[in-house]
Nanobody
Framework: QVQLVESGGGVVQAGDSLRPSCTASGGTFTSFAMGWFRQAPGKEREFVAG????????DYSNSVKGRFTISRDNAKRTLYLQMNSLNPDDTANYFC??????????????????WGQGTQVTVVS
């Protein structure tokens, strides 16, 4: 059984940075494609960033490209999302997701098997 636990959200000012993380237990972490999604109140869950098992490839939504960086530490079984230049539109619950036995980059929520409980990020102006 794979479990994902996010942490590192919070309330910040516009222009600030945050670095949420997601730690996985169970399964073979090095076989997981990983991703970050977010969901704001009244909106659908949207893709933020994805990374392959080896970190050889990453992808970002247009809204965060150039400001956010996804990374992973396979030895620590942890996924990160460095978020810079935050603005109020980034306010959402951020979820990490994993697809096991996947060596491809995944960008659709339907591709992912496992989800964390989310960590709230609130950006105030």
């Amino acid at each position: 059984q794979v479990q994902l636990v996010e942490s590192g959200g919070g309330v910040v000012q516009a222009g600030d940075s945050l670095r949420p993380s997601c730690t996985a237990s169970g399964g073979t972490f090095t076989s997981f494609a990983m991703g970050w999604f977010r969901q704001a109140p009244g909106k659908e869950r949207e893709f933020v960033a994805g990374i392959t098992w080896s970190s050889s490839a990453t992808d970002y939504s247009n809204s965060v490209k150039g400001r956010f960086t996804i990374s992973r530490d396979n030895a620590k079984r942890t996924l990160y999302l460095q978020m810079n230049s935050l603005n109020p539109d980034d306010t959402a619950n951020y979820f990490c997701a994993a697809e096991s036995l996947s060596f491809a980059l995944r960008t659709r929520a339907s591709d992912y098997e496992y989800w964390g409980q989310g960590t709230q990020v609130t950006v105030v102006s």
